[in-house]
């Protein structure tokens, strides 16, 4: 029966964004064409190395991309409403409505000058119109589930009263508080030590597990993808490289690029082998293709 029922399932994909191009106002492309669906419950990594677009599909769905950048190209539907059609009041609902993000920094995510339970209750009284008694609640349930001692104290502390563990503690709470369908992680571990990475990660793999929020988990790390992503794409330069099924991709990946960035994870099953980084004249003859592409695009 719930086979059956699956596959009479025909709500539509939490997100999904169809040949999405981001660019330089009167300048370079930095998104190329990008299309990927997220379904809902799923957990889709973005991989790849620094400046490979990964955090700016994250902002383009969430419509905080930085100012002197636009979208060029493509459509992005969120829990099937079409946000280039909506009024940019209307967008900034929906989005709000939607979807949330767990920010990369904890220590710049916070307001210094706030205290840590008025910035997770705003979003949930100003803009999702929830009762300061029932958001407060929330706040305090979520804290709780986080692994946070003591929520009471927290709940009035500032951010700098908190290690970078807790702060991020505090993010993943305020992100899952408004019960999102959709979670942009953004590099979420980046900034921690190895111990408290894994276990921030366990703490958004419970939640996701508990809830069914979707997750777009944005990651320069191979390892991070395959202990907490269903499906991944691989980005180069702003351009898809390969998507697939995460175990797919680990046992059969199908592009150089791909096979070049698992190469070169570190096996922590042998410490003193030698780092493999991603060849060099790979990277050259990519970016020889994505220029070549790139001016007959505009020639």
Do not use: C
């Amino acid at each position: 029966m719930k086979q059956q029922d699956k596959m009479m399932d025909t709500s539509p994909p939490t997100l999904q964004v169809e040949a999405l191009s981001v660019a330089v106002r009167g300048g370079p492309p930095l998104l190329r064409n990008v299309s990927l669906t997220v379904q809902p419950g799923e957990v889709r990594a973005l991989v790849g190395e620094s400046g490979a677009g990964k955090s700016m599909i994250g902002k383009a769905v969430l419509g905080v991309l930085p100012r002197g950048i636009e979208q060029t190209a493509g459509r992005i539907h969120l829990q099937g409403a079409a946000l280039e059609t909506l009024s940019p009041s209307a967008r900034r609902q929906t989005v709000a409505a939607v979807a949330s993000l767990i920010p990369q920094d904890p220590l710049t995510a916070l307001n210094p000058s706030r205290r840590i339970g008025g910035q997770i209750t705003d979003r949930l009284v100003r803009r999702l119109g929830w009762s300061t008694r029932d958001a407060q609640r929330r706040a305090l349930e979520l804290l709780d589930r986080v692994r946070i001692r003591d929520p009471e104290r927290v709940m009035t502390s500032y951010p700098h009263e908190l290690s970078g563990g807790m702060r991020q503690r505090v993010l993943i709470a305020a992100a899952f508080a408004p019960r999102p369908r959709l979670i942009v992680a953004d590099e979420p571990t980046t900034a921690l030590d190895v111990t408290v990475q894994k276990q921030i990660l366990q703490l958004i793999r419970e939640l996701q597990a508990e809830t069914g929020t979707a997750v777009l988990f944005v990651t320069h790390d191979m390892g991070v993808v395959a202990k907490i992503s269903q499906t991944v794409t691989v980005l180069f330069a702003g351009k898809v490289m390969e998507s697939a099924p995460t175990a797919e991709l680990f046992a059969r990946p199908q592009h150089a690029y791909t096979q070049a960035l698992i190469a070169a994870t570190p096996r922590y099953t042998h410490p003193h082998e030698p780092l493999r980084p991603v060849p060099p004249e790979l990277v050259a003859a990519l970016r020889r293709d994505i220029a070549r592409h790139d001016e007959a695009a505009h020639g």
